[in-house]
């Protein structure tokens, strides 16, 4: 059972476009939501996270989106750059399981200069 | 500060031999440490899980094992291996508690032919 759906499998954005990748999960005892980026042959390195009791969190370009009610959070990367080009995983936990995280399947964005 | 060291980097090993990969994590104690395995292209699975010395829990059965020696070592091992446990682990620690932030080392790629 996939707990975290991730959308879309791919994404090509030109550079200082924005990029948009979705999440949605069903567990709704999941209160912790990450998003990792990852380059090709390194370990996931995390780059923002939220939690349900805000609809949205920023931090620089990367905004973190979230609808309780249709169990859905998404990525927003604003002025996209090639060097943002990598996969990307949503994730999300509970707070009985630690961080024992449910990875959705990833995003890979390429962003042309 | 924490940081986190995974070795070796690349593993090519045949089918029916032993593995052992090592994690170690610095600048934290009694951290929660995790092996997770990436298949190509795919989200990351989660497999053990250890929220202290000599106590790990297994998400899915198969070929491997866990061991935590010492409190900031963590042990993945096989005594046969299999083709099918090619892929990318990838060793993960987070401060456990309420604190829920997860961070991964670089990984390990290991090729059973």
């Known amino acids: 059972q996939q707990q975290v759906k991730q959308s879309p499998q791919s994404l090509i954005v030109q550079k200082g476009g924005i990029s948009i990748i979705n999440c949605a999960y069903e567990?709704?005892?999941?209160?912790?939501f990450p998003w990792y980026q990852q380059f090709p042959g390194k370990g996931p390195a995390l780059l923002i996270a939220?939690?349900?009791?805000?609809s949205e969190k920023k931090e620089g370009r990367f905004t973190i989106s979230f609808n309780k009610s249709a169990k859905q959070f998404s990525l927003h990367i604003m002025d996209s750059q090639p060097g943002d080009s990598a996969t990307y995983f949503c994730?999300?936990?509970?707070?009985?399981?630690?961080?024992?995280?449910?990875f959705g399947e990833g995003t890979q964005l390429t962003v042309n200069p | 500060s924490q940081t986190i060291h995974q070795w070796p980097a690349t593993l090519v090993q045949p089918v029916g031999s032993p593995l052992s990969l090592e994690c170690t994590v610095e600048?934290?104690?009694?951290?929660?440490l995790y092996w997770y395995r990436q298949a190509a292209g795919r989200g990351l699975q989660l497999l053990f899980y250890?929220?202290?010395?000599?106590?790990i829990s297994s998400e899915v059965p198969q070929n491997l094992s866990a061991s935590r020696p010492q409190d900031r070592q963590f042990i993945l091992s096989s005594k046969k291996l299999l083709l099918s446990d090619s892929g990318f682990y990838l060793c993960?620690?987070?401060?456990?508690?309420?604190?829920?932030?997860?961070?991964f080392g670089q990984g390990t790629r290991l090729t059973v032919v």
């Open positions: 993960a620690w987070s401060g456990g508690g309420s604190v829920r932030e997860a961070f």
């Open positions: 567990n709704t005892a999941f209160d912790y």
């Open positions: 939220i939690r349900p009791d805000v």
């Open positions: 994730a999300a936990s509970r707070e009985t399981s630690g961080s024992r995280l449910t």
């Open positions: 600048g934290t104690s009694n951290p929660n």
């Open positions: 250890s929220v202290g010395i000599g106590q």
